[in-house]
């Protein structure tokens, strides 16, 4: 058996979990064990032995990127194709069975799926509709507790009112679900909850799918909140015959903030009554020392099932720590190491930058696109955040759906169109008395704001019927057009990446058309009530043989299927599809990846550990599973760094180095920098002064390495009158972000030299000049 391919490079263990008989099954195991390659196997090799068919599995995972990465491995294994296979993240997949049966599940075809930007202000709305106040039910806090509720399976109604706060908290949730609904949107909480009840509640269905999926596959399912668990029960109860098979390392669950329960790893062996739970503890990941490293940090934990972890690898390279004197040196450094990594012949894609907060991100991000290194940032919706690419979405989801009020209210005055805030008060009191959408209640509204409404709203139902039948890419550029947003930003003054942004949302249309198979000339179809796309939903009832297959019942027109995708997918769109760009991530979404380099940037006091979790023991152990993550995501290199000061949030902080440097092992460190308290010298800090010496940025890069100057006397910052310093972002009107290079002079004399990228280098007054720092 041995001689399988498939099964010819796994270890004994990893054979049996591969080869087990269709039972449950739970595989718990430390990084890099080989658990998603157990699991990507097996499904390959059931396959191949014909114990189930492409369409009898359904493999669950939390990342877009690991779910992408589960199906190449796949098709790397088996010439099978995975398109139709119900592979995906929790979120992806009730996305997909919600399309499947959208009717059932009360929805209108072209749903939207609301992003965590919308859904705040669609809370803010309601806030506002009901005149409570913003301070006592703060919008961000209120979304949370709407979530959380369904993530707990709640509706308003089974939600206890323990006191007057709840009882508002009710009632902001109840309105909001009524707004959802008028307006054909659900949030990602409603996808999962949505699911849930559907199949919960309609037996045919039910049954339908647990006939369907004989094997089910949990990838991170330490990581499964409670309505996770619930949803996959629905899918593959106890006792129901199916193969559920779940894999996880309690050892890396990092969701307890939000709700997910190791205890789910405890009840699913208990309720699924689990006879083969299988340990693996051999890693083939990361050489010895980034393995020493990992292995002593979790040491640190208390709350442990506890596993071993070895490797056969050697020691490797030691693990490199660096201290910085600011964040933009940092940036400096992690720009100049990377640069020297692909020199050696490291591919860009193989080099992650993992950083605690997406706030991080930007110091970093600037450093690598004005030194030309494509990069690409992951989890954070980058791209489909950025408020130009908002708007044009939200164009393109009334021309799909009139009846989007989030989308209404964002462009109903964008461009402008002497539509005030007075007017859209009106329509909101005619709509809500009404009970109807904005879109339907715009007659309501007399005058000269009433005309211009009525004229919006004719402007997007002639886009609707320009644009009908033409391609994904007709679409969006005629939108463009015909909406007034390319000249809107064609005349303003930092219009041109705006405008650049747009185009690259075309881009983004075309690539996610070729990739999903749309075809250039696919026609839209028709989405109204009567269109073909209806046919497979309106299937007469549901007896059990007459559900409508999820693939072939999923019908959704390319500009439907493009919106969902922009809702659904972390904005890939930095760096062009294909190209070879450093990978930019919080440690958060890096969970299950591994790349030949990583960068752990940031490691602080109060930033990783993070503030928020210093004061309690269960989220310092969890921050220390979020380190124990970041840290085994490395093959063959692992770099960790600090930065004396730091900007974030409008703030310079003034940073201790992260504890975790303490309760890691000392023999696998190579300290770069001296260690040392204080504002030291040090590599980092020479370079830094290599740079603010005049060398510039542009100069540096492809200039190779600096050669390192003898350190200057220590400089203790004080803080100038003018409050800035060198390294410091800095804004100026005129000429955009530019980073301090040169301070001289005091008071009303002080000048600073000012590196403004795309204008070059300048001198300014600061008596005059405007320079405002930039978080
Ligand atoms: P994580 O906990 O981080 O999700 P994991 O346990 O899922 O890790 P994998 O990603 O499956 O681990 O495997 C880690 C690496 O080790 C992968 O590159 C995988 O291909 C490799 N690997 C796993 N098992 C073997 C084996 N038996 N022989 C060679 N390489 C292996
Ligand atoms: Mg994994």
Known sequence: MHDDPLLRNLNPEQHAAVTLPAVPALILAGAGSGKTRVLTTRIAWLLQQGHMSPGGVMAVTFTNKAAKEMLTRLSAMLPVSVRGMWIGTFHGLCNRFLRAHWKLAGLPQSFQILDSGDQLSAVKRIIKAKNLDEERFVPKQVTWFIAGSKEEGLRPRDVELRDAQTAKLVEIYEAYEEQCAREGVVDFAELMLRTYELMRDNDPLREHYQRRFTHVMVDEFQDTNRLQYAWMKMFAPPGRGQSVFAVGDDDQSIYAFRGAQVGNMADFEREYHVEHVIKLEQNYRSFGNILDAANELIGHNSRRLGKNLRTEAGPGEPVRVVESTSDFGEAQWVLEEI?????????????????????????????????????????????????????????????????????????????????????????????????????????????????????????????????????????????????????????????????????????????????????????????????????????????????????????????????????????????????????????????????????????????????????????????????????????????????????????????????????????????????????????????????????????????????????????????????????????????????????????????????????????????????????
């Open 339 to 775: 640069q020297q990594l692909h020199r050696g012949g490291i591919d860009r894609k193989e080099i992650a930058l993992l950083y605690r907060s997406n706030a991080q991100s930007r110091v970093i991000e600037s450093a690598l696109f004005n030194a030309g290194i494509p990069y690409r940032v992951y989890g954070g919706l980058r791209f489909f955040e950025r408020a130009e690419v908002k708007h044009a979405l939200a164009y393109l989801r009334l021309i799909e759906n009139p009846n989007d009020d989030t989308s209404f209210l964002r462009v109903v005055n964008f461009p402008a169109r002497g539509i005030g805030a007075r007017t859209i008060e009106q329509l909101q009191d005619a709509a809500r008395s009404s009970g109807r959408s904005l879109h339907q209640s715009v007659g309501a509204v007399a005058g000269k704001g009433g005309a211009n409404l009525a004229a919006f709203v004719a402007l997007v139902d002639a886009m609707r019927e320009r644009t009908h039948g033409l391609t994904l890419r007709e679409i969006i550029e005629q939108m463009l057009q015909a909406s007034g947003l390319l000249d809107f930003y064609r005349t303003e003054k930092e219009g041109q990446d705006r405008i650049e942004n747009l185009e690259e949302l075309v881009n983004a249309a075309e690539a996610f058309v070729t990739q999903e198979g749309f075809g250039k000339d696919a026609v839209a179809l028709p989405v109204d009530e009567h269109g073909p796309g209806t046919l497979a939903n309106d299937a007469p009832a549901p007896a059990a043989d007459r559900v409508p297959d999820a693939e072939t019942g999923e019908i959704m027109s390319p500009l439907a299927a493009f919106l969902t995708h922009a809702s659904l997918e972390a904005g890939d769109n930095q760096a062009q599809a294909g190209q070879d760009a450093v990978q930019l991530m919080t440690v958060h979404s890096a969970k299950g990846l591994e790349f030949d380099a990583v960068f752990i940037t940031g490691l602080e006091e109060g930033l990783f550990p993070h503030e928020n979790a210093l004061s309690d023991s269960d989220g310092l152990e969890e921050e220390r599973r979020l380190m124990y993550v970041a840290i085994t995501r490395a093959r063959q290199r692992l770099y960790l760094s600090f930065s004396q000061t730091r900007m974030l949030h409008g703030q310079t902080r003034y940073n201790v180095k992260s504890r975790f440097f303490d309760e890691l092992p000392e023999h696998a460190l190579k300290w770069l920098t001296p260690r040392q308290q204080g504002f030291g010298s040090g590599y980092a800090r020479e370079y830094q002064q290599a740079w603010q010496r005049g060398a510039g940025m542009g100069s540096m890069v492809g200039a190779g390495r600096i050669e390192p100057r003898p350190a200057a006397p220590a400089l203790v910052p004080k803080a100038p009158s003018h409050g800035l310093r060198t390294g410091q972002a800095v804004f100026h009107t005129k000429f955009g972000e530019g980073v301090v290079l040169t301070l001289e002079g005091q008071g009303d004399d002080a000048r600073a030299q000012v590196n403004f990228g795309r204008h070059g280098m300048k001198w300014l007054a600061l008596s005059v000049a405007k320079l405002t720092p930039v978080e």
